[in-house]
T-cell receptor, first 112, second 113 residues
């Protein structure tokens, strides 16, 4: 069974204080690892897809990296508007379409 | 280019009633996924459908829950005889092909009183 574990559960940062979120996964036949952002009362918003170990993707203050066992979401000089829950998900197997298995998320709060 | 549209946004039902949740995928997307998010829990897969076919329903309870994606019209998630434990946010997502990222709607928040 595919498993995704995110840490920490919650993270408080001061504006400008860089940090990283972790996503550890156990999956048979990884097809892709995804990062989403979810704001309260909204659906998850797609951020990145990573397909193979060593791959990196960047978008504004966010950078996602992937190894064979985990992924990191690095947040550089965060701003209050980066406050949200960040979700990691894996896509695996040949018969599941684009089905994703999600971790429980890291709730990020950035204080001004 | 409209995103995934879900309605209603909020739905209140009394125990024993039926709940119908609708999802219109993004234009050009023929794959639809339903997820449930319980308070303080992660997103849990329920069912994956393509037009007129259920591909994977392994995450959906065997009783009271059903889903469809007809040739014309939105995908429907139907919950019969709702119980308090069904209270949750239900999210629909769509994709144009496999594999590809899923694009989510803003969910329907079901409250069972």
């Amino acid at each position: 069974e595919d498993q995704v574990t995110q840490s920490p559960e919650a993270l408080r940062l001061q504006e400008g204080e860089s940090s990283s979120l972790n996503c550890s996964y156990t999956v048979s036949g990884l097809r892709g690892l995804f990062w989403y952002r979810q704001d309260p009362g909204k659906g998850p918003e797609f951020l990145f897809t990573l397909y193979s170990a060593g791959e990196e993707k960047e978008k504004e203050r966010l950078k996602a990296t992937l190894t064979k066992k985990e992924s990191f979401l690095h947040i550089t000089a965060p701003k209050p508007e980066d406050s949200a829950t960040y979700l990691c998900a894996v896509q695996a197997g040949e018969t599941s379409g684009s089905r994703l298995t999600f971790g429980e998320g890291t709730q990020l709060t950035v204080n001004p | 280019n409209a995103g995934v549209m879900q309605n209603p946004r909020h739905l209140v039902r009394r125990r024993g009633q039926e709940a119908r949740l609708r999802c219109s995928p993004m234009k050009g997307h023929s794959h639809v996924y339903w997820y449930r998010q319980l308070p303080e829990e992660g997103l849990k897969f329920m069912v994956y459908l393509q037009k007129e076919n259920i591909i994977d329903e392994s995450g959906m309870p065997k009783e009271r829950f059903s889903a469809e994606f007809p040739k014309e019209g939105p995908s429907i998630l139907r919950i019969q005889q709702v119980v308090r434990g069904d209270s949750a946010a239900y999210f629909c997502a769509s994709s144009p092909y496999n594999p590809s990222p899923l694009h989510f709607g803003n969910g329907t928040r079901l409250t069972v009183t």
